[in-house]
């Protein structure tokens, strides 16, 4: 069935530098591309929606300069956050639905730490 | 403007007990509506979902929901616990079935399940 890889499941940074989290569409074409980070014991928030090819869409209050988003192909989109700090340690999922489909289909999550 | 609540946050139940999770939505439009699990550090899983069609759904692992419009609820059953069903179960609501409608998380509760 569909899948979404994403990479790294887990990574350190130190404030200050940049993290980049990607994820793969495998065997299915992604044209669009959810974003969501999630806090300890809460829920998904939906930060952005990147779409092949153009810009990506970002929620109210959600930093476009400072979360990154690219969606260069059918198959890739991926996530930096710029200038970590630490209230920016969190889970990040991404999610695609499959072409034709109306199914959401998650990647397995980043765990963010920023120290 | 579509919004779920999940009450409580955690749900305990012995292994063999009937599993109960409530969700209730609000809607502008007609909802369709999602049941996710999550296990530690993972993705979401899509457990069934509601497009309008048979109010009674049933999902994967032995889950199913009613939608019932005049509670504006879509409570979670399994009638048999497993220790395997241990995770954290998020309701979700859309606007459309459309893969690319956005999804609207409730909080989540804890599944428990004791021995």
């Known amino acids: 069935g569909a899948v979404v890889s994403q990479h790294p499941s887990w990574v350190i940074c130190k404030s200050g530098t940049s993290v980049k989290i990607e994820c793969r569409s495998l065997?299915?074409?992604?044209?669009?591309m959810f974003w969501y980070r999630q806090f300890p014991k809460q829920s998904l928030m939906l930060m952005a929606t990147?779409?092949?090819?153009?810009?990506?869409?970002?929620e109210q209050g959600v930093e476009k300069d400072k979360f990154l988003i690219n969606h260069a192909s059918l198959t890739l989109s991926t996530l930096t956050v710029t200038s970590a700090h630490p209230e920016d340690s969190s889970f990040y999922i991404c999610?695609?639905?499959?072409?034709?489909?109306?199914?959401?289909?998650f990647g397995n999550g980043t765990r963010l730490t920023v120290t | 403007a579509q919004s779920v609540t999940q009450l409580g946050s955690h749900v305990s139940v012995s292994e063999g007990a009937l599993v109960l999770l409530r969700c209730n939505y609000s809607?502008?439009?007609?909802?369709?509506l999602f049941w996710y699990v999550q296990y530690p550090n993972k993705g979401l899983q899509l457990l069934l979902k509601?497009?309008?069609?048979?109010?009674l759904v049933k999902g994967i692992n032995g889950f199913e929901a009613e939608f019932k419009k005049s509670e504006t609820s879509f409570h979670l059953t399994k009638p048999s616990a497993h220790m395997s069903d241990a995770a954290e179960y998020f309701c979700?609501?859309?606007?459309?079935?459309?893969?690319?409608?956005?999804?609207?998380f409730g909080k989540g509760i804890t599944l428990s399940v004791r021995p």
């Open positions: 509601y497009t309008s069609a048979a109010t």
């Open positions: 065997d299915f074409q992604a044209t669009t």
């Open positions: 979700a609501v859309s606007g459309s079935t459309g893969a690319n409608s956005k999804l609207t």
């Open positions: 990147s779409n092949e090819g153009s810009k990506a869409t970002y």
């Open positions: 809607s502008s439009v007609p909802p369709y």
């Open positions: 999610s695609a639905p499959a072409s034709g489909g109306t199914t959401l289909h």
